[in-house]
């Protein structure tokens, strides 16, 4: 990998990092708000089905983890083990992956 | 000053990388620095202890140990400073060869500093003026900041990242990087920051300020490394960075 792509990783992570700061905040407080009368499948159904905007904001909760942790993770991994190079740059794309994959598959499936 | 307390029970580090400690026995004398305990030893007890100094006054850099765990100029060290009790461990710098003894083999150190383009590129010749550089300018300032950098090598030695990743550039090869890119008169601007971009360069650092913490000279290259890591990224989104900087 060149170096301005490791660069503009860096900078993904850190962008991810800022849209991942107000994703948590609101969904912490979110949920902080919604469990106050107890919490229930139906309740929970009952917010997210067919409503687009909360369907928009967990979309874009769910790209930045998918952009964020494999890049972490890919630092991680190269300080912590000898894995470096293309096979854990591969390997990292396919945790970004499958992190979309199946957080995208879990809001849907609230959503529709 | 008790009896015992005239004492002073010092662990040195003898041999190679697979050396140990051996213990000395050294009169503790007032305003006493580790520098001139370590020289103590090697003048009266065994003259085979190998270290390194030169200038005794905190200017070059050479006398760097680890005392009591931590990367320290031995040379402005007093002992009553650092001592746990009577008790003082001295050994080689940390993240660095062991040549022998307390030296070590600064040659990675140093060519992280070339890896670094840490060489002052000028673009004038003798026929031209002097160069301008107004003293309080933001770039003069930030420069100001790290210049006094005495590659003594404690930063390195104390650098986490340093330890993880043996090819990342360090912290005094950064702040060398930072003071030059800051220099209005140097030329070589795109090949350095070339040099020092990526998971061997700035964005290697993880801010835990060791490096800050550790440094003699009150340099903060976690400073130097965080300016680093905006102009590079600025340039890494202009596509102003070469694809191969030369390592």
């Known amino acids: ?112 | 000053m008790d009896s015992e307390a005239c004492t002073l029970n010092v662990r040195v580090w003898r041999g190679g990388e697979s050396g140990g400690f051996r213990e000395y026995e050294v009169p503790r004398l007032e305003s006493q620095t580790v520098l001139d305990v370590v020289t103590y030893i090697q003048r009266r007890i065994d003259p085979t202890l190998s270290y390194r100094f030169a200038c005794r006054v905190g200017m070059c850099g050479s006398c760097a140990m680890t005392v009591n765990g931590k990367p320290r100029w031995t040379c402005r060290t007093h002992v009553a400073k650092v001592a746990d009790g009577d008790r003082l461990e001295i050994a080689p710098l940390s993240n660095l060869p062991i040549v022998r003894d307390l030296v070590t083999d600064m040659t990675p150190f140093f060519e992280k500093w070339q890896r670094a383009r840490g060489r002052f590129q000028g673009g004038h010749t003798r026929r031209d003026d002097f160069a301008r550089v107004p003293p309080d300018s933001r770039e003069r300032q930030n420069t100001d900041a790290g210049i006094e950098c005495i590659g003594c090598g404690v930063c390195y030695s104390a650098c986490e990242v340093v330890a993880w990743k043996p090819e990342y550039l360090g912290p005094a090869a950064l702040n060398r990087a930072w003071t030059l890119v800051n220099d209005v008169r140097d030329t070589d601007r795109r090949a350095r920051l070339s040099a020092v971009a990526g998971d061997a360069g700035c964005h290697a650092c993880h801010t835990q300020m060791h490096c800050t913490e550790r440094c003699p000279k009150q340099i903060s290259p976690t400073a130097a490394i965080s300016g680093l890591k905006r102009l590079v990224l600025a340039a890494a989104l202009k596509g102003e960075l070469e694809e191969e900087p030369g390592r």
């Open chain 1, 1 to 112: 990998m060149s170096p301005r792509a490791q660069v503009l990783l860096w900078g993904a992570q850190r962008a991810s990092a800022a849209v991942l700061a107000i994703c948590v905040a609101v969904h912490l407080a979110t949920v902080i708000y919604a469990v106050r009368n107890g919490l229930s499948a139906a309740e929970i159904l009952g917010r997210t089905r067919g409503n687009a905007p909360w369907l928009a904001f967990y979309l874009v909760f769910v790209a930045s983890v998918a952009v964020h942790a494999p890049i972490g993770l890919r630092a991680i991994l190269a300080e912590w083990t000898r894995w470096r190079g293309r096979s854990l740059d591969l390997a990292m794309l396919l945790v970004g992956g499958l992190l979309a994959l199946w957080g995208a598959r879990a809001v849907w499936a609230v959503f529709a």
